[in-house]
């Protein structure tokens, strides 16, 4: 659980709120998928649900790309993920 928290920490640093989407008052929640080889690298990435915005769907996976490499698996094991990513306007 701790890893998966390590994880979540990691991609948040290296998410980004698009300005288009900002200055159109775009707001939603996705899902984002995304397989690590045993270094941490991002091999694979998918939106696996959508947040009803192409300009958002398009961010969740830069921002996997972007934060690549990952902390790198226990065990040195490939593993895969999915992970909930929020875009909400104060």
């Known amino acids: 659980a701790n890893y998966n928290g390590l994880v979540a920490a ?13 200055n159109r008052g775009i707001q939603g ?18 939106v696996s649900r959508g947040t009803g915005s192409a300009i958002l769907d398009e961010e969740m996976t830069a921002t996997v790309r972007r934060a690549s ?6 065990g040195g094991q490939a593993t895969g993920f999915a992970a909930p990513v929020t875009f909400g306007l104060k």
């Not at 990691?10 to 900002?22: G, N, S």
């Not at 929640?29 to 998918?46: C, E, K, P, Q």
Request: avoid cysteine; charge should be positive.
């Open 10 to 22: 990691h991609l948040q640093k290296h998410q980004q709120y698009p300005q288009q989407a900002k």
């Open 29 to 46: 929640t996705g899902i984002v998928s995304f397989w690590i080889d045993a270094n941490g690298a991002v091999t694979l990435v998918a």
């Open 69 to 74: 490499p990952l902390p790198a698996p226990p």
